[in-house]
């Protein structure tokens, strides 16, 4: 399998050189700190990469992680996981200690990236859990980039979905993207709203229920069909994004998300069957469709891509009993029967997607 986007694993087996490291704030070693201090630690790894690339690769001894000095994939998280053990042939004489942490393993065994490194799940701190809830947001991208996508993604899925908006470009389609990251309150907002009858609960043809003769079980899982659970959302990862193309929108039209986009004839059609074409073939940067098919779980999303080496993590790490805390926490409509068919809900409705490429 191809090295993610933008990042690299060397293997060296001798002493080199490299420019003293700046300081920076401890936060950055989890990708969670402020964009200035990271913006620091990239300017330093560009003058690295020559002396990496200079000393070559040897036998498995020492490994020293570094990045493309282009802020993308994991450049941001690998910046603060460098080790540069001496007793293993690299010189450390150069480096402040908080540079010397120990490397966690970055990549599992099919080289996807891991921002968690070997933290095992349901050993979790409160600031990863909140990460992986959405109720923290320091793995986001910069608000430049932001500003360049129009949402904001996590700090890892930039590059890729940059190279693949670049391709569809050149075949004739302008991917946008029309919703990124999404809070948990922002998740509970259209939760409560649909469990009080302030928005419409579709039916799996997407056609509006009457609410009021569903049980509260029955209302929970037609929700569920295609509203993510509060805490268990891929959007409050930054790796998932719903995608249209802007081209083929009519002035003035509401994108709404809904089959008759994305099906055959409908005006997203083509932009997704070029998107097929590209996962199919292994070439679409690591973006794959985690709802492609009816599972009896979530409803089949056309439009929500997931990049892959990125989510492939949170979801590892998403667990029910991370999932039933933040229930128990939260403000939640319906919340005694989601705790009551929580176990059936995280089954069906969290882990049941697409696992070809995740």
């Known amino acids: 399998m191809a090295e993610p986007p933008g990042a690299y694993l060397r293997w060296i087996g001798k002493s080199i050189a490299v420019p003293a490291a700046p300081p920076f704030d401890t936060r950055d070693q989890l990708g969670y700190g402020p964009s200035d201090s990271l913006n620091t630690i990239n300017a330093w790894l560009e003058r690295t990469v020559p002396a990496i690339e200079e000393a070559g690769t040897a036998n498995e001894g020492s490994a020293l992680c570094c990045v493309s000095a282009h802020r993308s994939s994991a450049w941001w998280a690998l910046a603060g996981l460098l080790e540069f053990p001496s007793d293993e042939g690299i010189d450390v004489s150069c480096l402040e200690p908080y540079h010397r942490c120990r490397l966690p393993r970055l990549y599992d065994s099919d080289e996807n990236m891991s921002v968690f490194g070997d933290q095992p799940p349901g050993d979790l701190t409160d600031s990863t859990i909140g990460h992986l809830t959405g109720q923290e947001e320091g793995h986001l991208c910069s608000s430049a980039d932001a500003e360049l996508l129009g949402v904001r993604v996590n700090r890892a899925v930039v590059r890729p979905f940059l190279q693949l908006r670049d391709d569809a470009r050149r075949g004739g389609f302008d991917l946008q993207i029309l919703s990124g990251f999404r809070s948990f309150e922002k998740q509970l907002s259209i939760w409560n709203r649909k469990a009080t009858g302030k928005l419409a609960v579709l039916d799996s043809d997407a056609v509006p229920l009457d609410i009021a003769r569903l049980s509260e079980r029955d209302l929970v899982f037609a929700i569920l069909r295609w ?9 409050h990862w930054g790796t998932d994004l719903d995608v249209y193309d802007a081209a083929a929108r009519p002035e003035g039209y509401e994108v709404e998300l809904i089959p008759e986009e994305v099906d055959s004839g409908g005006m997203f059609a083509a932009l997704h069957e070029w998107l ?14 985690p709802y492609d098919q009816d599972r009896q779980g979530v409803a089949p999303e056309r439009w929500h891509l997931s990049h892959a080496p990125t989510a492939a993590a949170y979801e590892r790490q998403l667990t029910n009993q ?19 068919n929580l176990d059936e809900i995280y089954e069906r409705f969290v882990i049941n997607t697409n696992k070809r490429l995740a």
Not at 227 to 234: E, H, I, M, V, Y
Not at 276 to 289: C, S, T
């Open 322 to 340: 991370v999932l039933r805390g933040t229930i128990e926490r939260g403000s939640l409509e319906l919340k005694e029967a989601v705790l009551l």
């Open 227 to 235: 509203s993510a659970l509060p805490g268990a959302s891929r959007h």
């Open 276 to 289: 097929d074409e590209r996962i199919a073939a292994d070439d679409a940067f690591g973006f794959f469709r």
